[in-house]
């Protein structure tokens, strides 16, 4: 089973797999609303990311109050961050907040984190890059979060520009974009194992016959709701 710990599992993904079979294979069972939109894009996509969500849910502020500390739950994340995880913050589609920057990244690779992905803005970008750390963004912007916005709420479910992600949810991103891929961990129990043993290709038709039944139902369901 795919399960924090399991680096083989990860490696294999990040070497193996890609964003848009994973897309397919979601589609084809009935959970289509599990890719980030074209406006999140890797800031170096000759990267590959594969981690588990630990989210953020940032709200808008409007000044800075004397004697808070606005980045406090923020830094409790980060510093809370552990190998192979990915922060997610979710920004509410504001055109105000620029969450994540240098000191974030530096600070996450120091922990062994994964990435990072936000509906936000990012800056700092070419220290960024040359830390060679993976972040998906909603673009860029120089601005500071302090007196636009903070976190109100960390490791809760979240929406990140539009697509549901829960802590601990697989994240994937590459050149073509971003997947949240909880059903994934269910095809990694059923079958990815076999796969990343073999040294041909990982078809999407092999990764569909790998989910139990009770999964694709409950994509089916998902998806007629949405």
């Not at 083989?8 to 797999?17: A, E, F, H, K, P």
Request: aromatic residues 6%; glycine residues 12%.
């Amino acid at each position: 089973m795919l399960i924090r710990g399991n680096a083989d599992y990860l490696s294999g993904i990040r070497q193996r797999l890609y964003t848009a079979v994973l897309s397919d294979v979601l589609d084809e069972l009935g959970f289509r609303h599990q890719a980030m939109p074209p406006s999140i894009r890797p800031l170096d996509d000759t990267l590959v990311m594969a981690g588990f969500a630990r989210t953020g849910s940032y709200r808008e502020v409007y000044r800075v109050v004397p004697d808070e500390n606005p980045y406090e739950l923020e830094m409790a994340l980060i510093d809370d961050l552990r190998s192979d995880d990915i922060a997610v913050f979710g920004c509410g589609g504001s055109s105000r907040i620029a969450p994540w920057g240098e000191l974030l990244t530096t600070a996450s690779r120091a922990r062994g984190a994964a990435g990072c992905v936000t509906d936000g803005f990012v800056r700092d970008i070419r220290q960024i890059r040359s830390l060679r750390f993976p972040v998906f963004h909603g673009g860029i912007a120089p601005l500071d979060s302090k007196g636009r916005g903070m976190v109100a709420e960390i490791d809760v479910p979240i929406q990140c520009a539009g697509v549901a992600v829960a802590p601990g949810d697989l994240i994937v991103g590459d050149a073509d974009g971003a997947t949240v891929n909880d059903v994934v961990l269910a095809v990694c129990a059923g079958g990815l194992r076999r796969y990343l043993d073999l040294q041909g290709e990982l078809p999407g038709e092999s990764l569909v016959a790998a989910v139990p039944v009770g999964v694709r139902a409950k994509g089916r369901k998902a998806d007629d709701a949405a």
